[in-house]
């Protein structure tokens, strides 16, 4: 498949950026699974013919296991609530400091729901990133990103593209190894497998370092050498600014208006650093990925999702009309042909 | 183009670069030669800025590249003036598909989007790339891949390329196919080249100069001039040197007009073959598939004792899978193979088998896992290559040397058959020569040994017996003469220069010539 038929990779995560809005916001139950369903729909219909596709797989029985463990736990030291007892393990008192805690003990309806619905949450936004993965190359969507984060971009393409190098380098090491007779196990095993792929790992490294400076990465624009660090400081500034407003917004018990202002601020600072620091980078984009109407309407049916949530959840509207609502718009990628 | 005076390189107070001077003018093709460790990387190290900026060391003397100083210039900031092509492709790839690849190095200068496009199209064209544009890199073949590592430096336009044993990894066909790329760009679009090789023979009838290594010190000059005297030289150019011709040849053109005289006075080679033994190995309609592809298609072979055996073919011919399923180490998916368990395998990368951290401590977990004498692996070193320090690093070594580590640690368990994949991979003609020696010696001592390989100057050297592989299936099985003497593009030197007398090797005739002589 040819870069160009491509959806721009950014407007699945917009559409994902949706998807967690709403699992967030909406209370969990129903509408968390509606919106489950609708990511696994869009997932398994539009995901591409790349490695990554086979995390999908992987994220959905990571997300099963988030469930376990989660209703594991309360199953195991749970605290009791005063909701009706579904049944009773033998209960097991824990001696000293731990007066509070018991093992095992009654199991209440509302405390093994509450322990599945928050597991059921936490997994689906564990599928939502395994899903656009799967759909649009972390690789295609890294080169989106401006010019002062191009080097980063480019060293974090590598950093991801160095896994699958990796299994393949285990399993030829292992292959080899199976010839020198004398069975290895354990730990010894483990290190005459590890020892000769770290090497080769550490060797291509070396040469991929090389090869990129002799092609010019990291280049700097004659005049643009001093104030460089300045720059770069303010634009991670910028991004943790970023990252906490989001994390603000999202959390109902932080203050809203120091969250906004976090993001508004980061955003702005951001921004600003990006523009100084994009002048001392020259690069140009070899026929960049074009916003076409399927992403217009893979983010569009995102932004719709997250805008139904927010709003709805503050105007106090059933949260089951409103995850049917999200859950249809999200699916919608599903109708239009795959990528 | 390329100016060096009194260069001198110093890896902690030993010095690999000795007061090298040379210049490399507007459009030629310098070959720079020389045995392993003499220097070359280094030499193309400093002409494209490497050395000193990524590899440290201390640098005298001056190296000037289309005016640019390569001692206060970054690579980086070259990247605009030579384009440098390593030995393995693959390890220098930055993106996933050959139309990105290409790109990139544009893409890190700022060059114009529409100008780009341009250059991509074009660049694919020149290199025969044009129908991959789209294809994913891990895919392409190993030639197909060099090809557009070449490509990826040049859209930018560089004016000099370095290129350090660029047809290392690859079979002839792809190798013929790479450095005719090569002579056009030179040819046609006037790009000075620097190119460091092993297998001289394909690329001296390039050259328009030659660097020639020794011990630090360099010989620059016109070939024919430097190869007169140089340490390493392809096989015409030895056959010139013994026949006594002036200026030595360097193409098989130029022996071949000369050789009349001396195939007279050779004659028809007599030259004793050895007895082949009992069959110790026998692969009997052996198949091996990789989900659905067909690598081995029921193939019968008999590997007999005291012979040394050479399995040749393109790559991807199957002959990998071969040596591993005659090392009962692969999966069948038909056939089967007896006498498996009496069977050792060196593979293509002997360091996989290495994994201690000194060569004291591989050979006695040999010895132990063979259940052998202490010492035993150790003796087996010294006779192939002695004198390897007990404390270095197996990693350390040069490839000579892991290679004779990696055999001696297979041959501990004393197996009837050696099995080797590519094993002249990164030697240069001295080790290999010593790997013949070794070979020979095995043979002589009763064992049988498989060679996998397709440098034919080698295969003409050590083997007795040819398997020649065409997709999985034997398309020639016969002793070395016959096989390679009459072949189109498996002869070695010596034969298309003395045919139709089946002489293979330079060492055949200077025995012959010896003889005469008192």
Request: proline letters at 6%.
């Amino acid at each position: 498949m040819t870069t160009a038929t491509l959806t721009h990779p950014l407007a699945w995560w917009a559409w994902a950026a949706g998807v967690t809005v709403a699992v967030v916001r909406l209370p969990a139950g129903a509408a968390t699974g509606l919106i489950l369903l609708a990511v696994l729909l869009v997932g398994v219909a539009c995901r591409a013919d790349s490695p990554w596709a086979k995390a999908f797989p992987a994220a959905i029985a990571l997300g099963v296991i988030i469930v376990a463990v989660r209703v594991g736990f309360y199953l195991v030291v749970g605290l009791p609530d005063s909701s009706p007892v579904l049944w009773s393990w033998p209960q097991i008192d824990l001696p000293g400091w731990f007066t509070n805690l018991s093992l095992l003990g009654p199991v209440h309806t509302d405390g093994l729901t509450s322990a599945a619905l928050t597991g059921l949450s936490l997994a689906t936004l564990v599928i939502t990133f395994g899903a656009v993965n799967a759909i649009a190359n972390p690789r295609l969507a890294l080169r989106c990103l401006p010019g002062s984060l191009h080097h980063l971009g480019t060293a974090a393409v590598i950093a991801v593209s160095v896994t699958p190098q990796l299994i393949t380098a285990i399993a030829r090491v292992r292959r080899a190894q199976s010839l020198r007779g004398g069975a290895r196990r354990g730990l010894r095993a483990f290190t005459a497998r590890l020892v000769p792929v770290l090497a080769g790992a550490l060797d291509q490294a070396l040469d991929l370092a090389a090869s990129m400076d002799s092609r010019g990465y990291a280049r700097v624009h004659p005049g643009h050498r001093a104030g460089r660090r300045g720059v770069t400081a303010l634009v991670v500034a910028a991004l943790v600014a970023a990252v906490a407003g989001t994390y603000a917004l999202l959390d109902a018990s932080a203050p809203r208006g120091l969250g906004l202002a976090l993001l508004v601020g980061g955003a702005a600072v951001g921004a600003g650093a990006s523009v100084l620091a994009s002048r001392a980078v020259v690069r140009t984009r070899y026929r960049p990925l074009l916003w076409g109407v399927r992403a217009w309407v893979v983010a569009g049916v995102g932004g719709l999702a997250l805008v139904v949530a927010l709003a709805g959840h503050a105007a106090g509207t059933e949260p089951l009309l409103l995850g049917i609502v999200a859950a249809a718009a999200l699916a919608v990628p599903a109708l239009t042909e795959a990528t | 183009m390329i100016e060096i005076e009194n260069l001198t390189v110093t890896y902690g107070g030993e010095p690999v670069l000795t007061e090298v001077s040379a210049a490399v003018g507007e459009g030629e093709l310098c070959l720079v030669v020389g045995p392993t460790g003499s220097g070359k990387s280094t030499l193309l190290g400093a002409v494209s800025g490497r050395v000193p900026h990524l590899t440290g060391g201390q640098v005298g003397g001056n190296v000037r590249v289309g005016g640019r100083d390569t001692r206060t210039h970054q690579p980086r900031d070259l990247a605009d003036v030579v384009g440098v092509v390593g030995q393995d492709p693959q390890a220098t790839f930055v993106t996933e598909t050959v139309a990105d690849e290409l790109a990139f190095t544009m893409e890190q200068l700022g060059v114009a989007p529409a100008l780009m496009r341009r250059r991509v199209e074009e660049v694919a064209d020149l290199l025969g790339l044009a129908d991959l544009r789209d294809r994913a890199l891990h895919t392409l073949s190993g030639g197909e891949q060099q090809r557009v590592a070449i490509g990826a430096v040049l859209t930018a336009q560089p004016r000099v390329l370095v290129l350090d044993e660029p047809t290392s990894a690859l079979d002839p066909g792809a190798a013929e196919d790479v450095l005719a790329a090569l002579a056009r760009l030179v040819h046609d679009a006037g790009v000075t080249v620097l190119l460091a090789e092993h297998r001289l023979e394909r690329v001296v009838g390039f050259a328009d100069m030659v660097i020639s290594l020794d011990g630090g010190r360099a010989h620059a000059g016109r070939p024919a001039e430097v190869f007169a005297t140089a340490p390493v030289a392809p096989p015409v150019v030895q056959l010139g040197r013994l026949a006594g011709w002036q200026p030595v040849p360097l193409t098989v053109r130029e022996a071949r007009r000369r050789s009349a005289p001396l195939r007279e006075r050779l004659g028809s080679p007599v030259l004793p073959t050895r007895e082949p033994g009992e069959v110790v190995l026998t692969a009997e309609r052996v198949r091996v598939t990789y989900d659905g592809f067909v690598a081995v298609d029921g193939i019968d072979l008999d590997v007999r004792a005291g012979q040394v055996t050479a399995v040749m073919g393109r790559n991807g011919a199957g002959k990998s899978s071969l040596l591993w399923a005659l090392a009962g180490a692969q999966r069948l998916a038909g056939g089967r193979v007896r006498g498996e368990d009496q069977a050792a395998l060196v593979p293509q990368s002997p360091e996989d088998l290495l994994y201690l951290l000194t060569v004291a401590a591989e050979c006695r977990t040999a010895d132990a896992d063979a259940g052998v004498e202490p010492g035993t692996t150790r003796g087996l070193l010294d006779a192939l290559v002695p004198g390897i320090d007990d404390d270095a690093n197996p990693r350390d070594l040069s490839e000579g040397q892991r290679l004779a580590l990696a055999v001696a640690i297979q041959l501990a368990r004393s197996p009837q058959v050696l099995l080797l994949d590519e094993p002249t991979r990164g030697l240069d003609y001295a080790a290999k020569e010593h790997l013949v020696v070794v070979l020979e010696g095995l043979a002589d001592a009763g064992r049988a040994v498989v060679v996998a390989s397709h440098d034919v100057e080698f295969v003409a050297q050590a083997a007795d017996r040819v398997v020649q592989l065409a997709d999985g299936a034997v398309v020639a099985d016969g002793p070395v003469r016959d096989v390679l003497a009459d072949s189109a593009l498996l002869a070695p030197q010596v034969a298309k220069v003395l045919s139709p007398q089946p002489w293979l090797t330079v060492g055949e005739v200077s025995a012959v010539l010896a003889e005469e002589q008192p």
